[in-house]
T-cell receptor
């Protein structure tokens, strides 16, 4: 079974609108962390946001927020006020184990290609 | 600039040849890893290391070898290249402490083609 599932291969959004990228995860470990990364067409991987399984509030970083629904095992990325520069591939990832654990591997989803149009 | 440096950026090999992808980081990160990225597959973990002298296998280790003799360096060796190893390879590292724990810093990637 896949640890991380991203069901949207591609998403389109108009500039200045908000968009939600879906991510569901599968783990039986009570301690885990969820990450989102952005990969522009230039190919580099850019860290966006992190949510720990015990964090009480949803993580936010500027225009990025993570809609964490623990019971549903979902960790959707919300981008507010989309910009043309947000066009990229977005990956959701999960690490099992406590933060800082040296034993946890990072599992990636297959990604969602976001296109922002003017 | 501080970060993760991968070399080479591009490489073409013939089936059966061997080569080493180099990875170096200057952030004193304990954790280092190698991923491969294939279209539609996301990133898959090949090998990782939690410190000098300690390595372990990831999801797709076959055909690859690693060693970690220093904190800074984590080379990935292809023992006998096969066309199925055509991919983009990323080296990534992270601290295991503090607010940046487990947040991976990636290298720029290495595009490998095996003919």
């Amino acid at each position: 079974a896949q640890k991380i599932t991203q069901t949207q291969p591609g998403m389109f959004v108009q500039e200045k609108e908000a968009v939600t990228l879906d991510c569901t995860y599968d783990t039986s470990d009570p301690s885990y962390g969820l990450f989102w990364y952005k990969q522009p067409s230039s190919g580099e991987m850019i860290f966006l946001i992190y949510q720990g399984s015990y964090d009480q509030q949803n993580a936010t970083e500027g225009r990025y927020s993570l809609n964490f629904q623990k019971a549903r095992k979902s960790a959707n990325l919300v981008i507010s006020a989309s910009q043309l520069g947000d066009s990229a591939m977005y990956f959701c990832a999960m690490r099992e184990g406590k933060r800082g654990s040296t034993l946890g591997r990072l599992y990636f989803g297959r990604g969602t290609q976001l296109t922002v149009w003017p | 600039n501080a970060g993760v440096t991968q070399t080479p950026k591009f490489q073409v090999l013939k089936t059966g040849q061997s080569m080493t992808l180099q990875c170096a980081q200057d952030m004193n990160h304990e954790y280092m890893s190698w991923y491969r990225q294939d279209p539609g597959m996301g990133l898959r973990l090949i090998h990782y290391s939690v410190g000098a002298g300690i390595t372990d296998q990831g999801e797709v280790p076959n055909g690859y070898n690693v060693s970690r003799s220093t904190t800074e360096d984590f080379p990935l060796r292809l023992l006998s290249a096969a066309p199925s190893q055509t991919s983009v390879y990323f080296c990534a590292s992270s601290s295991t402490r503090g607010s940046g724990a487990n947040v991976l810093t990636f290298g720029a990637g290495s595009r490998l083609t095996v003919l």
